[in-house]
Structure formats: C-alpha cells, structure tokens
C-alpha cells in the first residue's frame, strides 16, 4: 500500500489529496484517474486491445516441515489463528461472498483483527452485502482502510458520499481472478467460510448446515494468498469430500459454531417474477432466442438468478420440450429452474458458479453433471479461454442502457453506487448478449443518452429486450437479418428511446460529476473502464 | 540449459567433462556432484533441515483475446501442434505415465519432435518405461539430450552405462511436483495424453478405452508448463466431467487414433503373489500392525501394487473384519483389492494416485469416496503439508536395506540403475513405514552394510519385514514396547543379517564406484541424497 493512500498511519485528508489524481480520458472516451489508492492504472484501451506480458503471480513456498505432521491445523480461535498468521496494520483481508447475505465470517474477520488492534486493512472481499453493513463502524474507525470489491447497498452509498478513505475498486468476478493471477492484488491473509471441512483444510461448499453449494469464488484466494484461514462450523473427519478447496493450501482451520444464517445463504426456493411486463420481457427473450436460430440442438445459455432472466427459463423450456431440443450446457447461477431442465433431460450440464437455493445444493451435491466453476474456468480473461466465449446466449440485467448499447450495472442514475458487477461484465463475451430490462424504473427511464457509469462497452451487448420493444445493435446485422420475418416487436433503439421518454415525461437529468473518484470500474483485463464520481451527501 | 552440459551445439565430450564435477559429502555421508547439467546443486542437508525461500514458479499470463472464442483448440496434428508452440532446439517436453508400459504418447512426442529436426531435448516424464526404448535412439541420434525422470529397465540402463549425454535426474512424485512448483524444472511443452477429453482442453482418465484412472501426475505440467498439449483417442462434447483437467491451462488439443495400449495401461485384474515366503511377509507385516496397535479404529494405510504389499491387504482384511474395525481411508496405488474393503465399508475412502486395474478404474469413475489425488495433495514436500504424514502405517518394498536402515530403491546392488521412485520417498513421511523384503534376491542379501545408493534415510524406516524375521528400528522405542508381548520374530537386524549372508554365502561385494555420476537422487525437499555412478559396460 503507497503512503498517498493512507497506509499505516494515513488519514482521511492524504486520502482525499490522492483522489483528486490526474484524470485521463480512456478508448471510451470516458474520464479515469491515472492513479488508483496509490497505485499506476492502465486506461481502457478498447475491447481485446490491451495485452498482457509477464508471469503470473506466485504464493510463497513452504515446506511440511513447518506444517503437523498429523495433518491437524486446528487453531483454537479466530483471534489465534490472526495471530499466528502475523495480522499486521496495512494487510489485505480477503473474504468470500458465496454465503451472501447470510455470511458472518467477513464481519467476524474484520472485527476480530479490530480487536487485535490492526488499522488500515484492505478489506477484498469477493462481494460485499448488506449483511457488511457494521465495516462502515470499521472504516469510521480507521481498521479499515477501504473495501476493494463489489459494494451492494449501504457499503456502496458509503462509498460513493466519499467517506470511504481509500477508493473502491470493482470487478467483476472474472476480473478479480486476473487482478490476484496477475499480481495486481496481493492477499496477505483469505479468511475462508466452509459449509464442510476437515482438520487439513479440504473444505467444500456442498454439504453442512450452512450449505452453500460452490465455493469457486475462494479458489484464487486459497491458491495464491499468503496465509489461508479455513473457517466451518462443520467439521468433518478426514478427508473431507468432494474437497472444492485443497487442503494443502491451507495454513489454519478454525471452528466456530456458526459462520452464516442458512435463510440468507440460499433461499428455500427461487421466486419467479409475477410482474405482467417483467413477464412479457423474458417472453420476448426466449421467442427472440428461437427466431434468431440461437436455439438448437446441442445450444448452451448462461441466464442468472435475477428476475427476468430467471422468467425466460420457463418460456425456453416449453419451447425445447415442443422442439425437442437439448441445451448442451446450462451456465448458472443455478435454481431449482435449472435443476429441473438439467433432471429432465433437457439440459445436458449445469457448469456453476453460484448456488442461488436448496435445491440447486442438493443437485450439485448429488448430481454429477451439476458441477462447481470457478472464476478461472469460467471468465478469467487473461487465461487460455473461457467457458463464457463459448456460451451461445446470455440473458443479463443493467441499470441503465444507452443508444450506442453501453450499459451499466453499478451505480443508479442518480449516480450512486448500489451494486456490484458480479459476473456480468464477463459474460458479454458469449455469442450473443441480451439484457432484458424493464423500458424505465419509479418513471426513470432505463434508455439514455450515455450511462452514468461505463461497466460494459456496448459493441459486445447484441440485443436490448424491454416489454416495449427489442433493439438489436446494428453491429449484428447477421441477428437483424436473422429475425427478419419475426413477429417480434424489434424496433431501432433510437424508437425506444423516444416512446419511453415521451411516457416519463423527459430523458432524467445526469448527475453532475464531481469529478472525485471514489470508485473505478475495472475491465475484464484489468484495465480502467470508468469512475464512480462522489455524490453529494 | 547450460552450455556445459551440451546445450544446443553440445557432444558427447562435452558431456563427459561436466558429469566429472566436484563430488561433496552431503550429510548422509554421500559424495554427491556440486553440478549437474550445469546446475548448482543443494547437497542433502538431513531430513527436515533444508527450508526454501522465495515464490513458487508461475506460467506465463495469457490472454483469451489469443485464443478461439468457440473454445475449439483443436490442432489438425501433433506435429502442427508442436509447430504452433514453437518447438525450439534445447526445450523440455513433458509427459505423464499414468499409461504405463501402455503409452504411446511420450515416444510419439519425442519422435515427432524429432522428424521436425529438433534436437537436445530434455525429456521430462513422471517415469519412463521399457515401452519408451526407443527414445534410446532419440538420444543416440542427438534429439533427446537426457531424460529427467525414473527410467525403468532398458532405459536406465543406458543411464548407467553411461551412454546418455546428460545427466539423470531421479525425483519421487512428490519431489517432481517440488522441482516444478520451485521452478527448478521449468517446462516448455507439456504433451499430455488423455483417455477423455473436449475440444477445450478439459479432461479426465477415467472414461474412454484407454482409460487409467487418476491424471495426477499431469496436473503440475498443466498448471506450470509455458505451452499445455492434450492428446486424446476420445473427444467427447464439451464439457468433459469430470475434467481433471481444467481446458484454461491447455492451449490446443490433439486427437489420434490411439494413446495407448489398454492391455497394457491397466491389467484386467491384479495378481496376487503366490510365493510361500512373500506371502509369509504380507502375514507378518499384518501381525505386526496388530500388535504394535496400529490397525485399530479409524486407522490409514497405504499400500501399493507391488507383489508383497498387495499380499498384505487380504490378511488384513481379515483382521479388521474379526476385529470390527474400519480404516479411515486408505492411500493407493489402487486396485480391486482395495475397492473390495470400500465396497465392503471396511475403508472410508480411497485417495489414489494411480489406478492399476480395471475395477478400481470403474471404482474411481463411479464411486465418490474414490477420490483421485495429485502428487500435490499427497506428496509435495514443499507444500503446506500432504497427504503421505498422515498415513498411519505405509508398507513398502525396497531393492536394498542397510542396518542403519537405510534404503535403496532405484539401483541393484551391481550398481545398475534399473527403477524410478515412484512415490516411496515421499511414503517415508507415515506413521510407521514397514519395508517388505525378501531377505535375499538370486541368493545375493537384501540386507546390507550400506546400501549401493541412498534413496531413504534410515531415520525415516522402521520396520523392515522379511520371511526370516522383523527388524524394528531402534530409534523406535515406541513400537519395540508395543510388541514387547507378540509371538512375532522381531530380531536386531545385524542378527538377521548374519543369517542372511550365512545362507547365501557373505555379503555381495559392492561395485567400485567410478565417482562418474550418470544420475542423481533428489530428496523430497530438491536437495541431492546420492548420485548414480556409471557402471562399467
């Protein structure tokens, strides 16, 4: 950590000093700083422009002769186990966020080195919830020094009112598996959530009280952080399987009695959509998905578990029942939605990076075709491919959308950030990428001039889906000729735009940015896409 | 690779000048080379007292912008494959041996290399095998300059004879995965077949006809390697499951007509042996485990495919029947005997690390407490922990042992290098380690005043069983006390030694050493124990 930023003994005005860096105006065309908590940037340079060189980034070697022989790393506390892994003021704390809403160990993690007195802790968690909220507390107090990832909710206001004395950096899921790889990121201490584990550190995510499902987001914390803590309140005897996280990339094991709320962690059951236009959204989905010739034998989607895109399964199940179609692989977030195309034959894989209810952890714990991803199988963009590229449709959701099919998934139109990028950057690299969102939201409307922030460069978005309309981006002139004959309401976005404007009474007013950085929003390489300006408090 | 050692202009005279380095006494009292192919070396230190530094190894980043968004890596050959990856004069290829005897992939590597013009080679593998001879002709024609791996029969014994232009390097599994995670080996072309496998890259050994089970071995090429080639006789559709494998490190596939020989890759069934004296050692390693109290509830073993080892199983079996008591999990090498006690509940899991029959190949497709492992699970010393000092008792075999029970596995006692490690180093880190030896081989004595080449510290053996009696280490109080009451013959070793030599008329004389060292052996911590000297031909 550079001294600008704070560091051991920084405050809250050397912090604000370095915000205000010089800005450079990236391949978007947007405005980024050149320095981000102290550290050198790499602007945008446009999609597949920059390449990376050099070698990835490597974890310190041990030796078993400082490990117990009897394979035993049990530390009697968390506390302990800080201890012993050398907690210092300025280290980077690196959490998981596949417990969600439910977690207990990023709050417990943080608090517990602010009793040892740690400051100026570098919080990286894989996502940060609500649940989180008491790190606010953390930050006010100096033990953190600033969250680098993903900010739902109150953390992300926190961020974006400029409180926060570092900046928030944001990924996606992919891109924080290539900041780690690559060295960007170095994790001193992962503090690491295990629905299953045994004394070794073999942990899973599949089994336990706590159940989880995948524990693919830990992976490039366990495999290159400098000290792995393992923590389950479900000990197992050795060896625990299916082992998602190998033990012997494990430093320490410690049992507490409860690391999450079970009702957070999963949902009993997903709930599907019962808005009349969400419906009708996911419905043109799934037909614009069968007229553009996308669904056909052997065909893979990626559809999360957000509310339209949950919608258009049951539509697109229908239709492959009646066409006797067969989804070569699903890409999850998985629901029991999933789960049952998957038991009905209809789906010949589940390739999983989430698992969003009970029932999609039973099928992954159970079935064999229902199989854990990681962000490195999945979306790592500095590695030899990915399963995203090979995904032949993807239904995503944004904030806003604009005419040049820039889109946006962190801040609000007010400016404010409300969310994280979650995988979504990455799976625009799939054939064909619909975002499926309501015309406007509270009489916003969802079509702009620009979005306030840049999160995903419209030359790989495809098709905007709205219950008023479907643009296609003229870029894809193959899925506008492919629809042709299609009674589908497909319409310039321009149209869109216009009707929808005319409904809300005028396009929203920009926020005026403040041109501080409190956040940038990283590229799937890395690079800086774009600012999140402080907002007024 | 260094020029002394040949490199790419490099002769055989060459050669010979850098085999005759500086000989140092390590600390097990053993002259070993201060350079081999030109590399400084670590004599051993002892046991536990070298401790590493730095960062492990890492490959290179990459990019997905530079690889097929389809996912489709398919090469049309595997000498376009090894044109695509630029095949350079001086490069280490790298093969796996879960194959065996059966493999037609690492001669097929080297002599496509070779038609291509490439020379000095180095040639990597897990272990070679009598299959591989005709990589003799490789290194006569100057294309293969030494191989780095266990050489089993013919080749070893160009080995040392002195005919190969470098020298060997001998590893156990584990030290192979140490040598590369610490970059002392670092891999230019990684060429690894695959009894599975998807246009991707992902892939597995348990499905297909040439199926071998586990692909351990391959995992560190697959993660270190700079350039990652799978060959398979089976391409399945994406995505392969299970994929040992992950497709994101491998950059192109290539399929063939056949990866091996299938009888010779695994046996239908595994043999038992039916010799009176082995079979009396199997009892006697059974008993022993009994009473010394190891075989109680709960308890782990390990025991290999090996003749004496294998006969040990059904005895105690029996044992664990009568005695109601279940094995935590047992370590293989694995074969139907061992799927039987799972089968059977007598074990709780199998973690294996190589497959050897066709049952225990369906075992291990099918049954999920049939785990596969890697040698980073089990055996990497230089890891934070492993598999193998968890193992309660361990029960081996050995070609010689000295009575400061010291052991040799690699050479015969004229010298001849003529076996690889394999993992019985790294087995040396259980509980209780027991070789199973006859007491004499050809009526020349298995038991020694100092074994011809130092492959296992005596500190690290306890129990040496033979038809003749059992010899416990006397560094081992603890398990004298425990047999104190058996009816065993546990003797003082000299004791069964003189026996021995009295029977099979005196100790064999030892080979001079010519102190022209042909090959090393590297501790599980990369340090060298013993070197190889040639043999006079």
Redesign the interface.
């Known amino acids: 950590m550079n001294e600008s930023t704070g560091g051991a003994t920084g405050g809250r005005t050397a912090t604000r000093e370095s915000r205000f860096a010089e800005l450079i105006e990236n391949a978007a065309g947007r405005r980024v700083p050149a320095l981000v908590n102290g550290a050198v940037q790499t602007p945008f340079r446009g999609v ?1 422009a ?16 400082d ?5 035993d ?1 049990r530390a009697p506390s968390l506390r302990d186990a800080l201890e012993r892994a050398g907690l210092c003021d300025g280290m980077t704390i690196s959490t998981h966020h596949h417990l969600r809403n439910g977690d207990r160990i990023g709050t417990l993690a943080l608090q517990t080195a602010a009793a040892m007195g740690a400051r100026d802790l570098r919080w990286f968690p894989s996502a940060s919830f609500p649940c989180h909220e008491p790190v606010i507390g953390l930050m006010d107090k100096g033990h953190v020094h600033h969250i680098e990832g993903s900010m739902n909710g109150p953390l992300g206001r926190y961020c974006s009112e400029g409180r926060m004395r570092g900046q928030g950096v944001l990924r996606s899921h992919g891109g924080r598996w290539q900041a780690i ?2 060295g960007e990121v170095e994790i001193d201490i992962a503090v690491l959530a295990a629905p299953s584990a045994d004394f ?2 073999n942990a899973n995510g599949s089994h336990g009280r706590s159940a989880c499902g995948s524990l693919g987001f830990a992976l490039a914390d366990a495999t290159w952080a400098k000290h ?1 803590i393992v923590v389950t309140d479900n000990l197992v ?3 625990c ?2 082992w998602q996280i ?6 320490q094991v410690v049992v507490v009695d409860s690391i999450g709320d079970p009702a957070q962690i999963v949902s009993g059951t997903t709930e599907m959509t019962k808005s009349p236009d969400r419906l009708l959204i996911a419905e043109y989905v799934a037909r614009f998905i069968r007229d553009a010739g996308i669904l056909r034998d ?1 065909f893979s989607f990626q559809a999360g578990a957000g509310g339209t895109s949950l919608a258009f399964l049951p539509y697109v199940k229908q239709m492959m029942r009646e066409q006797g179609i067969r989804a ?2 699903a890409r999850g977030g998985s629901t029991r939605y999933l789960v049952e195309m998957l038991e009905e034959g209809l789906i ?2 589940i ?1 999983d990076g989430q698992t969003f209810d009970l029932e999609a952890v039973r099928s992954i714990r159970d079935n ?2 229902h ?1 854990a991803t990681t962000p ?2 999945s979306y ?8 995203a ?2 995904v032949d449709v993807t239904v995503l959701g944004a904030t806003e959308v604009d005419v040049d099919f820039n889109a946006n998934v962190v801040t609000h139109s007010d400016g404010v950030l409300l969310h994280g990028i979650g995988g979504w950057q990455n799976c625009l ?1 799939a ?1 064909c990428t619909i975002l499926a969102v309501p015309s406007f939201r509270d009489r916003i409307p969802v079509l702009l001039d620009r979005v306030t922030t840049l999160c995903g460069p419209g030359e790989l978005i495809d098709v905007v889906a709205t219950e008023r309309g479907i643009a296609i981006n003229p870029r894809r002139q193959d899925l506008l000729d492919a629809v042709r004959g299609s009674d589908l309401p497909i319409r310039p976005i321009q149209d869109l735009k216009r009707e929808i404007e005319a409904l809300c009474g005028g396009a929203p007013r920009p926020p005026e940015p403040s041109y501080d950085p409190v956040a940038v929003v990283k590229w799937v ?1 890395g690079t800086v896409l774009d600012a999140v300006w402080r907002t007024s408090v």
């Open positions: 597949a920059h390449r990376p060189t050099g070698n990835k980034a490597a974890a310190p070697i041990r030796s078993c002769a490990y117990p022989t009897s394979g790393k790889q690559d070794f550190g792995v005897p050795f060896p399987l299916p190998q033990g012997n990339f494990v430093d052997g070569g692989f010949g894989a390739l064999p075709r199989v490195f199988t790592n963009y500095h590695g030899k491919g990915h399963f590229s090979m690299a054939g390489d």
